[in-house]
């Protein structure tokens, strides 16, 4: 069953930031000599790409720094990591490539499997999670994301349970924002990837497979699940774990537009049409025929800077004042519901998770859209969080909840039939949760916390 056309809000969610520190004037120059992927052969898509079936792994490597957060490698979760190259598709089912991050916890169940989705909310391949997670990236203060540190933090959690993880750049080469197809394909293909590497990495090829993702990863996490029946009948994904995601029921992308515009948030505009307009030749010549020339170097700045910077670079400024006719962005929805996966009702089971008071994704149009998945038949577990998180707090909040969610189906435990609704009042963040880290590290969880208030 389909239901309602995409809506821009349904994606344009950021797990946004408190008081970041400022940034220099450009990305900057590591110490180390690391490149960002625009910059790294390893990520270049093969001339020959269409030769591969999706998933084909074509290259791999270990990272060329340590995996990282907050200045702390995580060696006391990862005994060893992996970047895998692999074929996968774009949108129109093009033959392109990604990369997925493996980590390996030491006394690995290899026959358990966490593909964990990261919001990355930006335009440029060098937001991906295979640089983010990386030590490396510190050293480009405008790629350098703390957003990105804490979903390499809940990637931890994970593997300190023994279970390998795995994360896709969702986004791809070209930086494909908001979620949808190609978002939906390269997850997939990166669990095809995965679960074919066993002489890589030692993750077994009949592995109990589970996706998690909260906000811009949750919509890849559900567009994945859409996406499997057709895409990758043969993956057999036991469950999802999704939270700060509206589902089907969306605003319409002129009401996105204006309570974005002149907002802290603003800088999620010319993300999200920069990532639409990489997708569809058709939208970024009409981009780049409205855009005024005085504003065309800020407004592709995304393309070379990550989210805190978007966020800080275009802070309560009037995108729709950066072009001479505004209206056209107003009809793009005539064009980009094809760029989305087929809106039907998800057949795994799942774990939903909102914030009552979340500012930015509305929980009523969430109730809306699992209401309508419920009606036809999907199974989900659905918490509301009534406290007083937000939707950035609320990704880290909820993470407990998701991850004991998470056992439970990779423990081959039945799920309940049907759909479930659960309240919860959280006050701050599990003390089981923060105590699996160092004392400096739990520092900084709790100020990112405290600054996204």
């Not at 898509?45 to 490698?73: E, K, Q, Y």
């Not at 966490?114 to 983010?132: N, Y």
């Not at 990105?148 to 390998?164: I, K, N, S, Y």
Request: charged share 15%; net charge negative.
């Amino acid at each position: 069953m389909r239901y309602a056309p995409w809506k821009l809000a349904t994606c344009v969610v950021a797990l946004s930031f408190g008081n970041p520190a400022p940034f220099s004037d450009n990305i900057g120059t590591p110490r180390r000599g690391i490149p960002p992927p625009s910059e790294d052969s390893f990520y270049r898509v093969p001339s020959n790409i269409g030769d591969s079936s999706p998933g084909r792994i074509l290259n791999h490597r270990s990272p060329p720094s340590a995996i990282s957060a907050f200045g702390h490698t995580a060696e006391k979760f990862v005994e060893k990591s992996f970047q895998l190259l692999y074929r996968t598709s774009d949108m129109s089912g093009n033959a392109t490539a990604s990369v997925v991050t493996v980590l390996i916890p030491p006394h690995a169940d290899f026959g358990k499997v966490v593909s964990l989705q990261a919001a990355e909310d930006a335009a440029s391949i060098d937001c991906a999670p295979s640089f983010g997670f990386q030590e490396a990236s510190a050293q480009y203060p405008k790629i350098n994301s703390p957003t990105m540190q804490v979903q390499e933090l809940l990637a931890d959690a994970a593997l300190h349970r023994g279970w390998p993880v795995i994360i896709p750049d969702a986004e791809g080469p070209r930086g494909v924002y908001p979620s949808g197809k190609t978002n939906a394909y390269i997850t997939l293909d990166g669990v095809r990837a995965a679960i074919s590497s066993e002489a890589i990495t030692g993750i077994q090829r009949n592995a109990t497979i589970v996706l998690w993702g909260y906000s811009g990863g949750g919509s890849d996490t559900l567009q994945a699940v859409q996406a499997q029946p057709q895409y990758a009948p043969e993956l057999q994904i036991a469950g999802a774990a999704l939270g700060g995601v509206t589902g089907s029921a969306g605003q319409s992308i002129a009401k996105s537009i204006s309570i974005l515009n002149k907002s802290r948030l603003a800088g999620l505009i010319p993300v999200s049409l920069l990532g639409i307009a990489a997708q569809s030749p058709l939208i970024q010549a009409t981009l780049d025929e409205h855009l005024k020339p005085e504003y065309r170097d800020l407004f592709y700045l995304p393309k070379q800077q990550c989210l805190e910077a978007n966020a800080e670079t275009f802070r309560n400024q009037d995108i729709l004042a950066m072009f001479n006719d505004s209206s056209f962005l107003y009809s793009l929805s005539d064009h980009v519901d094809e760029f989305r996966v087929e809106n039907i009702a998800p057949t795994v089971p799942m774990f939903w998770y909102q914030a009552a008071k979340d500012m930015l994704v509305s929980a009523s149009s969430t109730t809306s859209s699992i209401d309508v998945y419920c009606s036809s038949g999907s199974n989900i577990t659905y918490l509301i969080e009534k406290g007083d998180s937000t939707h950035t707090t609320y990704g880290l909040i909820g993470a407990p909840a998701a991850l004991k969610w998470l056992n439970g189906i990779l423990s081959a435990q039945e799920s309940t039939p049907g759909c479930t609704r659960e309240t919860a009042h959280t006050n701050g963040v599990d003390q089981g949760l923060l105590g699996i880290y160092p004392a400096d590290v739990q520092m900084a969880i709790l100020k990112f916390a405290e600054g996204s208030q």
